[in-house]
């Protein structure tokens, strides 16, 4: 093992490793590893450590890509291993295996932790004040990863083992908070009835869309800041699920099936 790889093992975990520490790692004396690099600062800079994120941020960033590539069954952690720049050993002691891996991608990477955290801090409770941060959450989480995170659902509807306990991740935060939230809006008539799972899948639907065709849409013209696009998605919505509108349009609202 070089001294720089040694260097880069022993910071994989994202704890701070005097210059002591980085020596011992990699055999040599700590007089040779400042004669070396001349100092710490300039070792990490060798590394392009300076801003280094944690081994497990590093862990999670690439098992997105190689998911989305290969999805999890195909995936390598070999393979992970190495496109994270930590050892096995690392690896393994982070995320025991695909299954742990993938309940933790579900965690970091899943938009519903940020829709219940607006649901449950909203001061207040109407759709017009909700609904709107609800999509700019959506959209916010979604960006740059939405082909990627589409293909992290698929992995989770096939149902294989290891994607289980993420899929339970999924259903236990977020999700159901915004079905439950809809489903008391329509209750208290301020919404218009139908099954709320469909009514989060007409908001929903529309902000995946766009952020999926963004770069088509720029080549053709349209080229609106994607937070602008996600409040006129929110209002057209609010707008075909006001019951004012029903009213006027003499349409008897969906009832839930």
């Known amino acids: 093992m070089t001294v720089l790889a040694a260097a880069r093992d022993a910071l994989a975990d994202g704890q701070p490793r005097s210059m002591a520490d980085l020596a011992a790692t990699a055999g040599i004396s700590v007089k040779t590893l400042y004669r ?17 994120l944690r081994a497990r941020e590093r862990i999670l960033e690439s098992a997105l890509e190689l998911v989305g590539r290969d999805g999890l069954a ?13 050892s ?24 519903w932790e940020a829709v219940a955290d607006v649901i449950e801090a909203a001061a207040d409770p109407s759709p017009q004040a909700v609904i709107p941060e609800v999509g ?13 995170l589409l293909r992290i659902v698929v992995e989770m509807v ?22 439950r939230y809809l489903a008391q809006q329509m209750e208290a008539k301020r919404l218009r009835k139908m099954h709320p799972v469909l009514a989060f899948q007409l908001l929903a639907g529309p902000i995946v869309a766009h952020l999926l065709t963004r770069r088509l849409a ?4 349209f080229d609106q800041p994607v937070d602008k696009v996600v409040d006129q998605i929110v209002e057209a919505w609010l707008r075909g699920m ?15 099936r």
């Open 88 to 111: 096995r050993a690392t690896l393994y002691r982070l995320f025991p295996g695909k299954s742990a891996l993938f309940r933790e991608l579900i965690q970091t990477f899943s938009p």
């Open 218 to 221: 720029m080549l053709i013209g």
């Open 136 to 148: 700019r959450a959506l959209a916010a989480a979604m960006a740059g990863r939405t082909g990627l």
């Open 74 to 86: 195909e995936m390598s952690m070999d393979e992970l291993a190495e496109a994270s720049s930590v």
């Open 242 to 256: 006001s019951l004012e509108v029903a009213t006027k349009g003499h349409e008897r609202p969906l009832t839930r």
């Open 158 to 179: 096939k149902g294989e083992p290891d994607t289980a306990e993420g899929l339970s991740r999924s259903m236990g935060r977020g999700l159901p908070d915004l079905i």
């Open 36 to 52: 070396m690099f001349g100092s710490r600062a300039a070792l990490l800079k060798e590394l392009e450590a300076e801003a280094p």
